[in-house]
């Protein structure tokens, strides 16, 4: 086995405990009634997103007091936006070029023997999976108690294959936990995941489709699978291309896939493609409970699994969430990727989806450099509605100066930047998208806005930056409580600003303002009504008594 340069999981949470993002709880925790509740305070409660950890729960019981020897690892690989840097090993602002160059050069897999892989260090298959020793041995937590029908595996990377070809996909989609051997495939028909693709051709030889779940892995295989990978081209060697060294894999045990070597836990087994079966309600990512649907189940053939194995389980449902995290940067880096080379628009310097609350799908910010043509951002607009099925009912283009990732900023710019008679299209026959379904309207529409600047406007009404800075400045001396600056901050010009002007304000800061009280006194007119724009009207002054 070649030496593996790139983190499992175990190497992935030291990393975690030495960054200081990492909280460890010892003390009894239920996974069905406390485990995700707990975690999601720190979404619910005011915690600023820095401040958002990971958590480890090394004690965990159930509501009967089962005792489960597999800890659970709870937004371990996107708690956040350094959690998430953390495991792809690299900054925020390379990550777009980061994910562009893994797919344009895949790296394939290095294929290791059973007795190499540590996923296989503990087999348990075929009648073995009875009560207490199958997935219910599994320490899975439900995720929104209450509501939730079950314990559902919410990091759970499936993988499945073109029945024709062999190329492999890796999803990650939710599983109930049915039965000791019997688990559900939620596979979304709206977002065209690969497994619903595969599934399709399985169901068209009329055969079952071979499927291994992945739980807990070397991190950058749980990025890749959640990362919308070009039709055709497998997660495992993006996941390859993006840590630069072939990941190691082993033949599953009873379907005929490769799975990650450094899996936690590997369920394998065959999904129907004859029945589906009710699953859910499951608390969902567009911050509403999915209600039951018709939906694929899988008949365990083994458990696999690490000697240690820890099991990771993701927050999700309502927004902001390990879920959004770990979607944000990938989708961003498609979308932006998508409208720069596919489209070729020029002007465009990066897309910013909305994220709590909405979950990124929904509203989605586009910003434009200045005097980008009117053209490239309708090209834009329209391309990115019609990018994905479920992405993009509200898209706003900005100018730069914005804050696209702030959405006060953004209502600002749709208050003043745009008239909706004109800046203001509505694109029909849009799908659903993935969101609460309604029996009434099957249909949706996206709504296009060009909340830019058309023309010159007046500067944003804040002290200069020189200003706000020797104040901030003060401010520390002062001790007060730490500023956490938001856009706009200080005031700039947005064209429209003269020499005259300037000369006025440059007066003013020097308390040299009375000079300006006589000039303005030399230019009083009796000819104009009261609000008149000095600028609308000529310059040659009439006084009273002129003719
Ligand atoms: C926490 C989480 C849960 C998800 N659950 C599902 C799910 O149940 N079904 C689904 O189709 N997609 C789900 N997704 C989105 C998919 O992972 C995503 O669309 C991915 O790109 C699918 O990959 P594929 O197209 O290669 O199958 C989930 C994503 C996250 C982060």
Request: aromatic content about 8%; overall charge negative.
């Amino acid at each position: 086995m070649s030496k593996r340069t790139y983190r499992d999981l175990p190497d992935h949470i030291n990393a975690l405990r030495d960054a200081g993002l990492l909280i460890e709880v010892d003390r009894e925790i239920n996974k069905d009634t406390e485990m995700h509740p707990l975690v999601r305070w720190q979404y619910r409660g005011g915690i600023p997103e820095p401040d958002r950890k990971a958590w480890l729960f090394t004690n965990v019981v159930d509501s009967k007091g089962r005792k489960y020897n597999m800890p659970v690892l709870v937004c371990g690989l996107a708690g956040n936006p350094e959690i998430y840097q953390v495991g792809m090993g690299c900054s925020l602002d390379d990550m777009g070029g980061k994910w562009a160059e893994a797919f344009a050069n895949p790296l394939p897999p290095n294929i290791v023997t059973s007795d190499d892989a540590p996923c296989h260090e503990v087999i348990i298959e075929g009648k073995a999976l009875l009560e207490g020793n199958g997935l219910d041995a599994l320490s899975i937590p439900i995720s929104t108690p209450g509501f939730d029908n079950g314990p559902y595996t919410s990091s759970s990377h499936f993988i499945t294959s073109d029945p024709e070809t062999g190329i492999q996909n890796v999803g990650n989609y939710r599983g109930q936990i049915k039965a000791p051997n019997r688990m559900g495939m939620n596979t979304s028909t709206e977002l065209r995941t690969g497994g619903y693709i595969n599934w399709l051709a399985w169901k068209e030889r009329g055969e079952p489709m071979p499927c291994a779940v992945v739980i807990g892995c070397p991190p950058i295989v749980s990025y890749a699978s959640v990362q919308k990978v070009p039709e055709g081209v497998d997660e495992l060697e993006v996941a390859g291309a993006l840590v630069g060294q072939p990941l190691n894999v082993v033949k599953a045990k009873t379907v005929d896939l490769i799975v990650p070597a450094e899996a936690e836990v590997v369920i394998e087994g065959f999904v129907s493609t004859e029945l589906l079966e009710p699953e859910a309600p499951f608390g969902e990512s567009h911050g509403h409970v999915n209600i039951t649907e018709y939906n694929g189940f899988m008949d365990v053939t083994a458990v696999t699994q690490k000697k240690k194995a820890i099991l990771t389980s993701w927050v999700s449902q309502v927004a902001p969430s390990e879920s959004s995290v770990i979607r944000r940067f990938a989708y961003e880096a498609r979308q932006i990727s998508y409208l720069q080379d596919s489209l070729g628009i020029t002007g465009i310097k990066h897309v910013k989806a909305h994220e709590p609350l909405t979950s990124l799908s929904r509203v989605i910010a586009l910003s434009f450099e200045k005097e980008t043509p009117r053209t490239e951002i309708w090209r834009a607009l329209y391309g990115l509605a019609s990018f994905r099925q479920a992405e993009g009912k509200w898209l706003i283009a900005v100018d730069e100066d914005i804050d696209a990732t702030n959405s006060d900023a953004l209502f600002w710019a749709m208050a003043y930047r745009c008239r909706p008679q004109h800046d203001v299209h509505v694109l029909k026959h849009k799908d659903q998208g993935h969101g609460p379904r309604s029996l009434t309207e099957p249909e949706d529409a996206a709504v296009l806005i060009d909340a830019t600047l058309k023309e010159s406007f007046p500067p944003v009404s804040l002290p200069k930056q020189e200003f706000m800075e020797r104040a901030a400045q003060i401010w520390d001396e002062l001790g007060l409580p730490t500023l956490r600056p938001e856009s706009p901050w200080f005031g700039y010009s947005l064209g429209e600003w003269s020499e005259d002007l300037e000369e006025m304000a440059v007066r003013a800061v020097k308390s040299d303002y009375w000079e300006t009280g006589k000039v303005y006194a030399q230019r009083r007119r009796s000819d104009v009504a009261m609000n008149t724009e000095v600028r609308t009207v000529s310059d040659k002054v009439k006084k009273r008594g002129d003719e």
